[in-house]
Every structure is written in C-alpha cells, then in structure tokens.
C-alpha cells in the first residue's frame, strides 16, 4: 500500500453514495437549508465532513447513557407514508411526552433546521414537547438545552419540503436555490453557477432513459 492508494480508501468510505429514489424522503434531508444541495447530494453523492464526523462521535459517547438515565429509548426509527412518499427519521431519544436531539456547534442558538427536525419528531410520533441540547464551545464544553412545543404551521412547512424534494428527484428538477452565505463553502456551488449546463445535463439523461 502506498500513500495515494490509502487516500482513497480514506475518500471512499468519507463519500455517501447517490439515493435517488423519489419515494423515500429522509427527515434530516427535508429540514435541510437548501433543498437544492439535497438534491444535487441525493443525485451526485457528497463528501461527509468534519463537523458530521463530530457530531456522530458525540452520539456514540452520549445517547445511550442519557437514554438509560432517561428511561427512555435512542436511535428510535420513525416511519410514515404521506402521498405515497415514504418519511424516515431517526429520532435521538424518544421518551413517553417528548424527543430529544443533541446538536453541537460553535454557538448556544438554535438553527431553523434543527426547529423543523423536531417539530417533524413530534409531528411523526404525536409527541408536543422536544428538547435540543446543544454541545458547543472550545476547548471548554458547555451545555445548552432548548425547549420547544409542537407547532402545526412547522409540520405542514415539513410536508411541503418533503413533496418539493421528492417531486424534484422524480422529474429530474433542482428545486429553487435559496441563496445564503453558505452557498460560498457548498461543494456544489459550481452547478448553480450552471444551471444552463447543469438543464442540458439533466435534460440528456432523461432522454437517454
């Protein structure tokens, strides 16, 4: 084995493999900030990054002990049919009146997405309260928990994420750009700048079906 050929196999297992299929929507994916990168991820595959990495350390080092202190559930799959669209989710920690999610990031305040997620949990499992526990801060860990209720308006914004995203893997569409400064560090940004190039891309394969 030489240097380059361990990159790769470092690269391979970093990279998530395309999952185009139109009829399974996954919750994480309908709540994300920009359902054009979704779909160009669910399309192309994308590369996993450091952050993602980090938080999947964390859950391994807390869900199941919080859990067990809980008297509660973790990893708890949740499944629902909507239109025909298949919704998965896998909620942290599922308690008899609430879900729980742990996020870590630089900052204590709570992201739009992160709302969306929750309140699709306690959509999906009929719960009215959730909490977000936030791990942020370096070197020195803090802790911060957010409380948040049910709202009905955030659900229906959900189903309609998810039949936006599905609609648009099943046509072959990207759905509307929604322009941030994020957009500046997207792995996928190239195609946006594109999108007469990216059209007669996609245009091409649907004829070659």
Sequence with gaps: MDAPELKRKVLDL???QPFRDPRTIFVTDAVAPCLRKVYYSRV?????NLSMIRGLRVHEELLAKLAHELDCSYEEPVEKTVDGIKILGRIDVL???SVIEL???RYPDLREEWILQVNAYMGLTGRETAYVVV????????????KLEYDPEKFTAFLDRVRT???SLRTDN???AQRSKLCNYCEFKPLCKNEKELLRFLGERLENR
């Design 174 to 176: 990207p759905p509307p």
């Design 165 to 167: 995203l599905s609609e």
């Design 95 to 97: 308690c008899d009146d």
């Design 14 to 16: 970093l990279h998530q």
């Design 44 to 48: 192309f595959g994308m590369m996993k």
């Design 135 to 146: 791990l942020y801060g370096e070197p020195d860990l803090r802790v911060y928990v957010h």
């Design 103 to 105: 996020k870590t990031s």
